[in-house]
C-alpha cells in the first residue's frame, strides 16, 4: 500500500514527467535519504524509473502500471464514480473500457439491477462478476499484464457486436485543442470502438490527465455526451473550448458539488 506522499509522486510524474530527488526533498521538506526510500519502493515495485538523480515512468512514452494508477488521486476517482454511477439506469446496456478510474466507477455499480456489462478491463469483470442481478462479458483479445485489460482486434470486434445505452470510457491524456488521447493505438481503436457503439457515451478523468505525454488521437470532446472530472484546470480557455465541444462537464470536486 503506497503512503499519501508516495501517490502523490506518482502523480507528479504523472502529470509533469520525472522529478528529481533534491527537488522532491525541498517539496515535502524532507532530507534525500527519506525520498530516495520513497523512489526505491516505488521502483522495486515497477511503478516508476530511476534515473541519476531522480525518478521517471517505467518506460518512455508509456503510461504507469494499473495498480500504481489505481492508487493515485484514489478520493477524487472515487467521487467520481459515485457521481457516474447515478447517471446509468438499471436495466441498462453499458460498455466498460480500460482505465483504474473506470474500475472505481465498476464498484459503484455493484447495487445496480439488471446491468448488462461489456469490458476489456479485466479488474471491472473481476468487481462485477459476483454482482447479483448483473450480466458480464469479458470481451477477447490480447492480454496486457501491465493495464489489465485486452486489445486488438478481436476486442475491438467485439464491442461492434453491441449497441449499448451508454458507455463510460478513461483516457491516457486530455488535450483542450484534441480531445481524447491515449498511449497507444491499440488502445486509441478499443475506446473510439466503445464510443461508436453507444448512445450515451461519458468520459471520466481525474485533472491530473490534462497535458499528459498519451500521444494517439482518439476522439475531440464533441464526441462525448458528459465528461466528469474533479476539476478543470485553472487556465480559462479549457473551459471555453469544452463549452464550444458541446461535452457536458460535470464537476465532481466532492459529494455535493
Known amino acids: 500500500m503506497l503512503s499519501d506522499r508516495q501517490a502523490e509522486i506518482l502523480s507528479l510524474i504523472e502529470r509533469e514527467g520525472a522529478q528529481y530527488i533534491e527537488d522532491l526533498a525541498r517539496r515535502y521538506g524532507l532530507t534525500t535519504q527519506t525520498i530516495r526510500r520513497d523512489i526505491n519502493y516505488l521502483c522495486d515495485r515497477g511503478y516508476a524509473r530511476r534515473f541519476h538523480g531522480g525518478v521517471d515512468v517505467p518506460v518512455e512514452g508509456r503510461n504507469i502500471s494499473a495498480n500504481a494508477r489505481f492508487e493515485i488521486n484514489a478520493a477524487a476517482k472515487q467521487v467520481i464514480a459515485r457521481r457516474i454511477a447515478a447517471e446509468i439506469p438499471e436495466g441498462a446496456t453499458v460498455l466498460m473500457g480500460i482505465g483504474t478510474t473506470v474500475q472505481y466507477v465498476a464498484e459503484a455499480l455493484r447495487d445496480h439491477r439488471d446491468l448488462t456489462i461489456v469490458t476489456n478491463n479485466i479488474d471491472v469483470a473481476l468487481t462485477l462478476g459476483d454482482a447479483k442481478h448483473l450480466d458480464v462479458h469479458l470481451t477477447g483479445g490480447v492480454y496486457r499484464p501491465d493495464d489489465r485489460d485486452s486489445v486488438g482486434p478481436d476486442t475491438v470486434r467485439y464491442f461492434q457486436k453491441f449497441h449499448a445505452a451508454c458507455c463510460v470510457v478513461g483516457t491516457g491524456g486530455l488535450h483542450p485543442d484534441i480531445g481524447l488521447l491515449e498511449f497507444t ?6 475506446t473510439a470502438a466503445i464510443i461508436d457503439s453507444s448512445e450515451q457515451r461519458f468520459l471520466v478523468a481525474d485533472a491530473s490527465k490534462w497535458l499528459r505525454p498519451a500521444a494517439v488521437k482518439v476522439v475531440p470532446f464533441s464526441r462525448m455526451s458528459r465528461f466528469f472530472t474533479d476539476h478543470l484546470p485553472d487556465d480559462p480557455s479549457i473551459a ?10 460535470v464537476l465532481c470536486g466532492s459529494e455535493t458539488s
Open 185 to 190: 493505438h491499440e488502445e486509441a481503436l478499443v
Open 240 to 249: 471555453d473550448k469544452l463549452r464550444q465541444s458541446g461535452v457536458d462537464v
